[in-house]
């Protein structure tokens, strides 16, 4: 099994950053593309972004290309995603995931592993 765990998320004025981190721990040889979901309340959870194992690999939501910036650091087993010029639509809880598998998929089916998400909150 792989844990995920979300950190950094936050309370951030429109304009502002933050850079939420997504620990991986256990059997995490298993793991290979690894994605950022949202949830906003009252709508269904979102891709955001994806890399894939070797980092060399990345996706992002239209909504948030040019703004936000995923990377990973394989030696540490983790995760980030650096977030700025945030906008008041970009509130959610921000969950990490992971795939067993190199497919670069933009779906949750795609992926096996889950965290618990974090909160972002911006306001105007």
């Known amino acids: 099994q792989v844990q995920l765990v979300e950190s950094g998320g936050g309370l951030v004025q429109a304009g502002g950053s933050l850079r939420l981190s997504c620990a991986a721990s256990?059997?995490?040889?298993?793991?290979?593309?690894m994605a950022w979901f949202r949830q906003a309340p009252g709508k269904e959870r979102e891709f955001v972004a994806l890399?894939?194992?070797?980092?060399?690999?990345?996706r992002y939501a239209d909504s948030v290309k040019g703004r936000f910036t995923i990377s990973r650091d394989t030696a540490k087993n983790t995760m980030y995603l650096q977030m700025n010029s945030l906008k008041p639509e970009d509130t959610a809880v921000y969950y990490c995931?992971?795939?067993?598998?190199?497919?670069?998929?933009?779906?949750?089916?795609?992926?096996?592993?889950w965290g618990q998400g974090t909160q972002v909150t911006v306001s105007s």
């Open positions: 256990g059997r995490t040889f298993s793991t290979n593309t």
């Open positions: 995931a992971a795939s067993k598998t190199p497919f670069l998929s933009d779906s949750e089916a795609g992926y096996d592993y």
């Open positions: 890399i894939s194992r070797s980092g060399g690999s990345n």
